[in-house]
T-cell receptor, first 119, second 113 residues
Framework: ETGVTQTPRHLVMGMTNKKSLKCEQH?????MYWYKQSAKKPLELMFV???????ENNSVPSRFSPECPNSSHLFLHLHTLQPEDSALYLC??????????????????FGAGSRLTVL | EDQVTQSPEALRLQEGESSSLNCSYT??????LFWYRQDPGKGPEFLFT???AGEEKEKERLKATLTKKESFLHITAPKPEDSATYLC??????????????FGKGTHLIIQP
């Protein structure tokens, strides 16, 4: 496989459930990201990992918990979510995190997303 | 605070009818401006990066240009397969978003046969 793969593509969960989103990249990139995409809103950055280390947490509620066991895999653990958390969650990777590389290295490759519905 | 405003929000064109999408930005120290294309049910796909005013890049029927305040994505003789949402993002030299990328809301483009 090539590119960035996200699973599951669709997820429906209740407010008390615990679930996880998975992202895997086969590009040899060093930085990985979680974005939230809601209707009529710009993409919102949630988390950034660079060389497996979390470098940014963009004021995301604690009901979202990221995990990056290695530079190819990224998880987003979900628990006690709210209906307003329903959105498309996009994973992305880049060759280098922008703080370390030249501008050209920050081109993001996105996965297809996981469509989350919280009932 | 960095800001990106895209217009129009939606645009419907006939096949072959050329037009332009606008991306106005306010950023402290632009390092790069990015255009992405997003098809329904898919993640955004990278199109172009522009670094300095006056720069232009082309790919098939698309041409992106950059000034100090805005970028245009010109679509020449579009085809139905060009229908998508086009996203603009800026990378700040300092501050900005956590990864330096601030996105606009996008322009939803529909090309009718």
């Amino acid at each position: 496989e090539t590119g960035v793969t996200q699973t599951p593509r669709h997820l429906v969960m209740g407010m008390t459930n615990k679930k996880s989103l998975k992202c895997e990249q086969h590009l040899g990139h060093n930085a990985m990201y979680w974005y939230k995409q809601s209707a009529k809103k710009p993409l919102e950055l949630m988390f950034v990992y660079n060389f497996k280390e979390q470098t940014e947490n963009n004021s995301v509620p604690s009901r979202f918990s990221p995990e990056c066991p290695n530079s190819s895999h990224l998880f987003l653990h979900l628990h006690t979510l709210q209906p307003e958390d329903s959105a498309l969650y996009l994973c992305a990777s880049s060759q280098e995190n922008w703080r370390q590389g030249p501008s050209g290295a920050n081109v993001l490759t996105f996965g297809a997303g996981s469509r989350l519905t919280v009932l | 605070e960095d800001q990106v405003t895209q217009s129009p929000e939606a645009l419907r064109l006939q096949e072959g009818e050329s037009s332009s999408l606008n991306c106005s930005y306010t950023v402290s120290g632009l390092r790069g401006l990015f255009w992405y294309r997003q098809d329904p049910g898919k993640g955004p796909e990278f199109l172009f990066t522009l670094y300095s005013a006056g720069e232009e890049k082309e790919k098939e029927r698309l041409k992106a240009t950059l000034t100090k305040k805005e970028s245009f994505l010109h679509i020449t003789a579009p085809k139905p397969e060009d229908s998508a949402t086009y996203l603009c993002a800026v990378q700040a030299g300092r501050g900005g978003g956590a990864d330096g990328l601030t996105f606009g809301k996008g322009t939803h483009l529909i090309i009718q046969p």
